[in-house]
């Protein structure tokens, strides 16, 4: 995202997303007593984090925050890092605008997952998860793809002898084939120098 698509995506979390949360009556989360400081976190943390998210998705996360207010009164907006817990799920951030999957991919355990081809895996683990694995977590990532292998094995090898395969096999193979692409593609962003 250049920075004018970034600006943009800015103005446009504020016009989709603060302002009708605020013209709702929702006052400002707990603990920013101060407007200054509910303006700096606006401005810092969630049109900046928020900015990739389109129109319709920004609208979505609106209803849902409105839909869920905080608070003893009931009328004060989610904390931060729950308006972006809940955005992550609406629409998950592009790899690219991620600095967790960036600094990931350019680590050791990066290139080790692209090395042994449990890339996807691991890709999946982040957007989902949002945090850098524990040695535990690697441990299910890379037994996750062993058995994602051997389906894609078997998935070959009915192809390669002209079996059928099945219509839901066909989407998992094309998904994972893009996941395995997106990881390749974030790497060489990372190798690249801009990450």
């Given at each position: 995202m250049d920075s004018a698509e970034q600006?943009?995506?800015e103005k446009r979390v504020r016009a989709l997303l603060i302002e009708p949360l605020l013209a709702r009556g929702l006052t400002k989360p707990k603990g920013f007593t101060k407007p200054v400081d509910f303006d700096a976190m606006v401005a810092k943390v969630l049109c900046p984090k928020l900015a990739y998210m389109t129109e319709l998705s920004l609208a979505a996360l609106e209803e849902e925050v409105a839909a869920?207010?905080?608070g003893k009164g009931r009328d004060q907006m989610m904390i931060p890092n729950e308006i972006l817990e809940r955005a992550a799920k609406i629409q998950p951030p592009a790899a690219e605008a991620s600095p967790l999957?960036?600094?990931?991919?350019?680590a050791a355990l990066g290139r080790d997952a692209m090395a042994g081809n449990w890339g996807p895996e691991l890709l999946r683990f982040l957007r989902k998860n949002r945090s850098w694995p524990s040695s535990l977590n690697v441990q299910g990532i890379k037994a996750e793809s062993e058995a994602a292998m051997r389906k894609v094995e078997g998935i070959r090898q009915r192809q390669a002898s002209s079996r059928p395969v099945s219509e839901a096999d066909q989407k998992w193979f094309a998904s994972r084939n893009a996941a395995q692409q997106k990881c390749?593609?974030?790497r060489d962003?990372?190798?690249?120098g801009a990450a």
């Open positions: 600006a943009n995506g869920n207010p905080k999957m960036r600094a990931v991919f350019a390749e593609e974030i962003l990372v190798s690249g």
